[in-house]
């Protein structure tokens, strides 16, 4: 089985690195592991590469994708047909003025039939997790989307960037900082873009919440709150800690500590966090039910947040000494609901698909060679952050970030 080694306390030489980068293969059955079997076996050794290592020449020798035409649709493959991708991702696709659904990579045949029928995709484009190396030579396919779980996102952006595509992947963006730092790595190794899936920062009302701020409307927002859960019904891999990396904080309350950076614009300094008693223990036995937690900034502000997977809400409130801006339902939904403001009710049109800005945005990026706003770099603070919190409420102490 192929392992990335977990190297968060001391560090392979890179030529050991490459020999088990380039050697060991993972070992396909002929009629291809379920897509959770697949996952499992691959979670179980971790899939992190030591920060800072990078990626010699010879490990990343594809060359450089070419530059997009102007005026041609970059084709897309979506690696991961969960639930995400069917519900959002597809449809988001069909609406996309820049890009559209070009292929799809899955463990299971009959999925990539029914997808091919719904969508018209030629077989050529149809991968699964053993051949997917293949698509480095495939023309059509310009951008990877990851949608697996967190666990397995570095191995499959890792993959994408070998093969000379450029990837967005689903967020949390990885299981620990070190895997940020592997993808990072890889794809400047690779020389392509690399991108999280954080839609919101597409959203009118999100970006309307990151002009006040830039503007200061309202003065500093200095006082936020945010609560973000759902009751979490049956099993999945959410509740696995080797593939969802934690519970509801990872899932949801990454939301939340968005808002509170797009709210300050900047990084908090320090957490603290404590985790509640379960009310369902043998269910949530290995990941948190419900956590509180605290972001500090530098200049006082103060987010005082919960998220859970055992009540239900999805509200955000910033507050400054001119005013306020509230979230007061579906805050983090993928159509934002009721917002308010010291100065009245805010009124955008919705965007037909945050998922449709965020990708053509993505294509605009990889034309005029800017990065993506919401970059790698993002999805390593975020991880950063919520490592933090996790040890906080592990510790009961304040934790510096």
Not at 152 to 168: Q, Y
Not at 247 to 262: E, F, S, T, V
Request: hydrophobic content about 40%; overall charge positive.
């Amino acid at each position: 089985m192929f392992m990335y080694p977990r190297l968060t306390r001391w560090r392979l030489p890179l030529e050991r690195i490459e020999e088990i980068l380039l050697n060991r293969k993972m070992k396909f059955s002929r009629t291809h592991p379920s897509r959770r079997e697949f996952l499992r076996q691959l979670a179980v050794g971790g899939t992190a590469v030591a920060a800072g290592l990078g990626f010699s020449s010879r490990l990343l020798a594809q060359p450089a994708p070419a530059p997009a035409q102007p005026g041609k649709k970059l084709g897309v493959a979506l690696l991961g047909l969960g639930r995400y991708a069917t519900g959002q991702l597809a449809p988001a696709l069909q609406v996309t003025k820049d890009c559209k659904l070009a292929g799809v990579v899955t463990g299971h045949p009959e999925k990539a039939a029914r997808w091919a029928r719904d969508y018209s995709l030629p077989e050529k484009n149809l991968y699964n997790y053993g051949n997917f190396d293949r698509i480095a030579d495939n023309p059509d396919i310009d951008i990877v989307y990851v949608v697996t779980p967190p666990a397995l996102h570095p191995e499959f952006v890792i993959r994408a960037a070998k093969a000379g595509k450029h990837v967005i992947s689903e967020k949390p963006m990885a299981t620990s900082v070190a895997d940020c730092d592997a993808m990072i790595a890889a794809c400047q190794a690779a020389k392509v873009k690399l991108s999280i899936g954080y839609r919101l920062h597409f959203d009118p009302y999100l970006k309307e919440l990151m002009r006040h701020q830039r503007e200061q409307d309202y003065g500093d927002f200095m006082t936020l709150t945010g609560d973000r859960g759902f009751v979490f019904g049956n099993h999945a891999w959410r509740v696995e800690k080797k593939l969802a990396g934690g519970g509801p904080l990872m899932d949801l309350g990454i939301y939340i500590i968005q808002a509170a950076c797009m709210a300050t614009g900047a990084t908090p300094v320090a957490v603290t966090a404590h985790e509640e008693p379960k009310q369902r223990p043998d269910f949530f036995n290995e990941v948190e039910e419900t956590i509180r937690f605290k972001l500090e900034y530098a200049n006082g502000a103060v987010c005082d947040a919960v998220t859970s997977y055992n009540h239900n809400n999805d509200t955000f409130r910033a507050e400054g000494a001119r005013g306020w801006y509230e979230f007061s339902a579906h805050a983090f939904s993928y159509r934002v609901g009721t917002v308010n403001s010291s100065q009245g009710p805010v009124k955008f049109t919705a965007p037909a698909s945050q998922q449709a800005l965020h990708m053509d945005d993505f294509v605009d990026c990889i034309r005029t060679g800017r990065e993506s706003e919401v970059s790698g770099e993002m999805g390593r603070r975020d991880l950063k952050i919520i490592t933090a919190i996790y040890e906080a409420a592990r510790t009961g102490k304040r934790v510096k970030v």
